[in-house]
C-alpha cells in the first residue's frame, strides 16, 4: 500500500499545453512538497505546502486537505520543463514519496 | 551559501568494500536526511537527523548501512560490505525545521 499516490505515471504534452499532475494520499500531514528531478539527476524543491495554493511564475499547486488531494499545474509547457516531478508527504516525523510522473514536453 | 555539499559524486567499487559517503548540509540547517534513488524503487528515505541525533532510520535497508552525524556540518553514510544491490544514487537533503529541503547533488555508486 502506498501513503502517496501520484498520476499520471507518464505524460506527454505540446509545448504550450496546460499541464496537471495529480498527487493523493492516505495519512495525515503536516506538509506537502512538489519535487522535481531533471534528467542530469538534481532534486529541485518547488513547492512546499500545507493548505490552500502556491504560485511560482508558471507553477501552480494546490492542495486540499480535507480531499487529501494536490494538483501541480504548469501553465504554458515549455521543453526545458521535461523532469520527473515528485510529491512527498510529511507527518511531522514521517516522510511518504510517490513514485513520480515522468513529463515530456515536445516542441 | 555552496548548497548541500555531498562528495565522491561518483563511486565506483567492488563487492564487499566499505564505501563511505558524506555529506556537508547549508549552514543553519538542523535537519539532515539521506536518501537512496534507484530506477525500481524511486526515491527512499534512509535516515534523517534532527540536531545531529538520528530520529528515523527506519528506511536504513540493513546492518550493513551505517549513517554519523558527528557535528552540525558533517554527515557520513557507511556502507560495509557494499554489494551490488547497493548501487544507487545515493542524495543528502538539509532543512530548516524539516520544512523545505534543499538537495545535494546526490552520489552515484556503483557496484561491482
Known amino acids: 500500500k502506498n501513503e502517496v499516490e501520484q498520476s499520471p505515471q507518464n505524460l506527454t504534452a505540446q509545448e504550450g499545453e496546460f499541464i496537471t499532475i495529480n498527487c493523493s494520499y492516505s495519512v495525515g500531514i503536516s506538509a506537502l512538497h512538489w519535487l522535481q528531478q531533471h534528467p542530469g539527476g538534481g532534486i529541485v524543491s518547488l513547492f512546499m505546502l500545507s493548505s490552500g495554493k502556491k504560485k511560482h511564475g508558471r507553477l501552480i499547486a494546490t492542495i486540499n486537505i480535507q480531499e487529501k488531494h494536490s494538483s501541480l499545474h504548469i501553465t504554458a509547457s515549455h521543453p526545458r520543463d521535461s523532469a520527473v516531478y515528485i510529491c512527498a508527504v510529511t507527518t511531522g516525523n514521517q516522510f511518504y514519496f510517490g513514485t513520480g510522473t515522468s513529463l515530456t514536453v515536445i516542441p | 551559501d555552496a548548497g548541500v555539499i555531498q562528495s565522491p559524486r561518483h563511486e565506483v567499487t567492488e563487492m564487499g568494500q566499505e564505501v563511505t559517503l558524506r555529506c556537508k548540509p547549508i549552514?543553519?540547517?538542523?535537519?539532515l536526511f539521506w536518501y537512496r534513488q534507484t530506477m525500481m524503487r524511486g526515491l527512499e528515505l534512509l535516515i534523517y537527523f534532527n540536531n545531529n541525533v538520528p530520529i528515523d532510520d527506519s528506511g536504513m535497508p540493513e546492518d550493513r548501512f551505517s549513517a554519523k552525524m558527528p557535528n552540525a556540518s558533517f554527515s557520513t553514510l557507511k556502507i560495509q560490505p557494499s554489494e551490488p544491490r547497493d548501487s544507487a544514487v545515493y542524495f543528502c537533503?538539509?532543512?530548516?525545521?524539516?520544512?523545505?529541503?534543499?538537495f545535494g547533488p546526490g552520489t552515484r555508486l556503483t557496484v561491482l
Open positions: 537533503a538539509s532543512s530548516f525545521s524539516a520544512w523545505e529541503q534543499f
Open positions: 549552514s543553519g540547517h538542523d535537519y
